[in-house]
Structures are given as structure tokens and as C-alpha cells.
């Protein structure tokens, strides 16, 4: 079974523009769930979606913002980039069936870079 | 405030050697805790998961322990391979009905020859 796949894996985008990274999950997985990783700041949740709804959200501003579609791949968009957004961003999947223990499964991250 | 401290930041061990990370959390009310291993430029792995009720899980040479009175938790790896070198991540889910993490700032671990 494949993996969780992230794409692209590299991207580099100047301060005011906007960014959309894309996910597809385990097949059969209909949770994911995004995170932000940064030196600093360590690993820090973004928003999961489930059903193609928004299951819960971070504490992050309102330009990050995600959507899941019907085969259960979802993307995630910055807009107004700023330096700060420089991270690494992983997305993970789960069966998403509500249990605490549901694991999750992470991909391997796209690096973006803002200059 | 939910909060996740690991310790040590940082641990040079030599191959062979056993060494144990520890975690410290506040989250409440607790679900579980869960310790992933993050290999550098890669997405972390799942290496256990303890509810409530648990308070030791193996998974080959990790064995994690916890403490909920305490809320103490403990990732302990046997004969250490320099494929351990990696960030180790204490990540405590809290109890709300929906996916609420607090993830620690992870320990370094790096097995030398």
C-alpha cells in the first residue's frame, strides 16, 4: 500500500505570494491533518480534515487555510506569504474513525522557503 | 495551558548503549501519548501509542513507559544502532473529542560508532 505522498517537495516563493501544497493520503484514509514545522517552534497542528470537512483547526492566522476533496486528497494554502512561513510542512493520514489511539501517518514533507 | 517538555534537548550515545528520553506533560484532561522518531528531512514515525490504562508498550527495541499519575513518560531504546540517530518527538493528546495535540520540542539522539 502506498505511503502518504506530499507534493511538490521543494519550493521557494518571495514574501506577498500566495502557496497551495497538496497531500493524498493512505487509500482508505479519510482523515488528514496538516502541520508546520519549524527549528524554532517544533511541530505545531494546522487543521485536519475530515469528509471533506474541517474537523479542527490550530492556532494559526487566516491565511492558512485547507480544503479535502470527495477521494479524500487535500490541499493547503498560504496566502500573503511572509518570512516566517519558512517551514517545513508535513501532512498525515488516518482512518479517521474518531478513535484517540486512530494513528496517524505522516508523509514526507514539502520545505518551502520564503525569500 | 497544555503544555509538552522533553528532556534531554540533545543526547550523543555510543553504539551498543542504552539511553532513556524523558517527557514531562500537563495536558489535560489526557487521552494519550504517543512518541514518534523523526529522521532528518523525513516525517515522523509512529513508535507507540499509551492510553489511560497502559503504562508499558515495547516495540522492538523502544519500550515506552507512562505514568499518569505523575504524567511522566519515558521512551527507553535498548543497544542503540546508529540507525536510532534521529529527533524524537513526545506528542500528548488531550481528551476533548476531537483531535487536540501538544507536541514537544523533541530530543536529539545521535549514535556514534
Known amino acids: 500500500k502506498a505511503g502518504v505522498t506530499q507534493t511538490p517537495r521543494y519550493l521557494i516563493k518571495t514574501r506577498g505570494q500566495q502557496v497551495t501544497l497538496s497531500c493524498s493520503p493512505i487509500?482508505?484514509?479519510?482523515?488528514v491533518s496538516w502541520y508546520q514545522q519549524t527549528p524554532g517552534q517544533g511541530l505545531q497542528f494546522l487543521f485536519e480534515?475530515?469528509?471533506?470537512?474541517?474537523?479542527n483547526k490550530g492556532n494559526f492566522p487566516g491565511r492558512f487555510s485547507g480544503r479535502q476533496f470527495s477521494n479524500s486528497r487535500s490541499e493547503m494554502n498560504v496566502s500573503t506569504l511572509e518570512l516566517g512561513d519558512s517551514a517545513l510542512y508535513l501532512c498525515a493520514s488516518s482512518l479517521g474513525a474518531g478513535e484517540s489511539t486512530d494513528t496517524q501517518y505522516f508523509g514526507p514533507g514539502t520545505r518551502l522557503t520564503v525569500l | 495551558k497544555n503544555q509538552v517538555e522533553q528532556s534531554p534537548q540533545s543526547l550523543i550515545i555510543l553504539e551498543g548503549k542504552n539511553c532513556t528520553l524523558q517527557?514531562?506533560?500537563?495536558?489535560?484532561?489526557?487521552?494519550?501519548l504517543r512518541w514518534y522518531k523523526q529522521d532528518t528531512g523525513r516525517g515522523p514515525v509512529s513508535l507507540t501509542i499509551m492510553t489511560f490504562s497502559e503504562n508499558t508498550k515495547s516495540n522492538g527495541r523502544y519500550t515506552a513507559t507512562l505514568d499518569a499519575d505523575t504524567k511522566q513518560s519515558s521512551l527507553h531504546i535498548t543497544a542503540s544502532q546508529l540507525s536510532d540517530s534521529a529527533s524524537y518527538i513526545c506528542?500528548?493528546?488531550?481528551?476533548?473529542?476531537?483531535?487536540?495535540?501538544?507536541f514537544g520540542s523533541g530530543t536529539r539522539l545521535q549514535v556514534q560508532p
Open positions: 487509500s482508505g484514509h479519510r482523515s
Open positions: 480534515y475530515f469528509s471533506e470537512t474541517q474537523r
Open positions: 506528542v500528548v493528546s488531550a481528551l476533548t473529542g476531537r483531535r487536540a495535540l501538544t
Open positions: 517527557c514531562n506533560y500537563t495536558v489535560s484532561p489526557f487521552s494519550n
